[in-house]
């Protein structure tokens, strides 16, 4: 390792109190042309990348001549040779603390042409007679030890997780993802784990132990939501430095057959709709926002009555990929709304006894009473759980593919349809018209005769 990085980590830990600021400009950090906030976002290769180029620390100082500033020569330390973004950037830091400290002392590299590390070494080396803080030139040869993981216990850890995922997550998916790691907890106490150990105590071996007792106990697909919680909130401790690697990620995920909705048949979407529309007009109305706007259950729950601007008939709504996304309001549906001019804007359109009122619970909650709700209606035609709300959504789907498709090519049915559904993408609705089955072939009967 450099010298300079070792004089300016003594700086770092023995320099407090320096002078005024003078012409220069703040030291940074240069990361391989890469955010390191975001380095977990990167892939493998973007990663390879950033660190196959140099890091170093950078500044500017006026030249006394010019007045202008100049940039100076990179202060890399020796950094390189660390093959980790973790102890690079723990070393860059330590530097650029030091260097910030040694220019508010006074640093002129154009007083006397005289060097950073002559500097340093004529400034905070002590005499002869007193016993050096600095370690010699021969004493720091091939030091490479790496930085230590910063100690913190089980249960300390978990909290910093799920105080980090508070702030992040919606208000749907956060109380899943806190079950999930709450029930991880349990089941670690359950086994005898001591939480106040450290964190480094759980092994990819005990994720795995415990993935395959959700598995027994529940499905692939609650065990690969467990894997993807469990993988996020260990991802939390690597972004703050309290781990250096996510092994949960790299825990097979299982196949899992999706669960959908059927799609219902004409039959059974008049007589449902007849059937709702005089016992539940509430329900009916809900169900139709599903139906013509194409909207998920949830975000019919989410709307409220200041959503709906019937005036010039847009709908304004609170999708789980974006904060807000505009939608028409179609005739059809504009002719079944009732007046809502007259309504507190601020209040939930749907509530449980009427349309438009002050219902304070949380979304998901207002999710699964609606689909209790439905339930009722969905026992009384004798259908099973194939069946739900969102089964109106890929009908009406169907139904508006079916149409387009009489007049239009598919690849303009898929570009108008995406406009109405609001996939963020064709490859998206593509999938998702296979998925509900919506494109069929015509009878191809005459070619097998």
Same mark, same amino acid.
């Given at each position: ?21 003078? &012409? ?6 240069? %990361?391989? =042309? ?12 973007? +990663? ?24 100076? %020569? ?5 950094? &390189? ?15 650029? +603390? ?10 002129? /590299?154009?007083?006397? &042409? ?23 030139? !021969? ?6 030890? !790496?930085?230590? !993981? ?35 907890? &349990? ?47 260990? +991802? ?60 998920? /259950? ?13 005036? *010039? ?14 939608? #028409? ?23 449980? +006894?009427? #349309? ?27 259908? =099973?759980?194939?069946? =739900? ?19 239009? %090519? ?15 993408? #064709? ?7 296979? *998925?509900? *089955?919506?494109?069929?072939?015509? *009878? ?6």
């Amino acid at each position: 390792m450099s010298s300079i990085f070792l004089l300016l980590q003594n700086v770092h830990d023995n320099v407090h109190d320096f002078g005024m600021k003078l &012409n220069y400009s703040d030291p940074k950090i240069y %990361t391989g =042309g890469v955010d390191v906030n975001t380095w977990s976002k990167l892939t493998k290769l973007q +990663q390879k990348q950033a660190l196959d180029k140099d890091w170093y620390v950078y500044y500017s100082f006026r030249n006394p001549n010019t007045g202008r500033l100049v940039r100076q %020569t990179n202060i890399k330390g020796g950094v &390189n040779r660390h093959k980790s973004k973790r102890n690079r950037y723990h070393i860059l830091k330590v530097m650029k +603390q030091g260097l910030d400290m040694v220019l508010l002392d006074g640093f002129n /590299p154009y007083q006397d &042409n005289k060097s950073l590390e002559s500097y340093l070494k004529e400034k905070f080396t002590i005499s002869d007679s007193q016993p050096s803080t600095l370690p010699t030139i !021969e004493n720091v040869v091939a030091v490479e030890a !790496e930085v230590p !993981e910063l100690v913190i216990s089980i249960k300390d850890a978990f909290e910093l997780a799920l105080n980090t995922k508070a702030k992040i997550l919606n208000e749907n998916s956060y109380p899943k993802f806190k079950s999930r790691i709450n029930r991880f907890n &349990n089941w670690l106490l359950d086994n005898k784990t001591n939480l106040d150990l450290c964190i480094t105590a759980i092994t990819k071996k005990t994720v795995i132990q415990y993935l395959n007792s959700v598995l027994q106990n529940t499905s692939p697909r609650n065990r690969n939501n467990t894997r993807t919680d469990i993988a996020s909130l260990f +991802q939390v401790l690597v972004d703050n430095d309290v781990l250096q690697e996510n092994f949960v990620k790299k825990i097979n995920v299982l196949k899992a057959t999706p669960e959908r909705n059927k799609t219902y048949t004409p039959t059974q979407q008049e007589d449902i709709f007849l059937y709702m529309k005089e016992n539940d007009p509430i329900l009916y109305l809900f169900v139709q926002f599903i139906s013509f706007n194409f909207l998920r /259950p949830i975000e019919v729950c989410r709307l409220k009555v200041g959503d709906l601007d019937l005036k *010039d008939r847009k709908i304004y709504i609170r999708a789980k990929n974006q904060p807000v996304k505009i939608k #028409i309001i179609p005739d059809i549906l504009i002719n079944e709304l009732p007046e809502l001019f007259h309504l507190n804007k601020s209040d939930s359109l749907f509530t449980p +006894q009427a #349309i438009g009122g002050i219902w304070d619970v949380a979304v998901s909650n207002k999710r699964d009473y609606f689909t209790k709700r439905f339930k009722k209606i969905k026992d009384h035609f004798g259908l =099973g759980k194939d069946y =739900g709300l969102y089964s109106f959504r890929h009908t009406f789907i169907t139904k508006l593919y079916k149409e387009m498709a009489k007049t239009a %090519t598919p690849s303009e049915v898929k570009g108008r349809l995406q406009l109405i559904t609001g996939h963020s993408t #064709i490859k998206a609705l593509e999938l998702y018209l296979r *998925d509900i *089955d919506a494109v069929l072939p015509d *009878d191809y009967s005459k070619l097998l005769k």
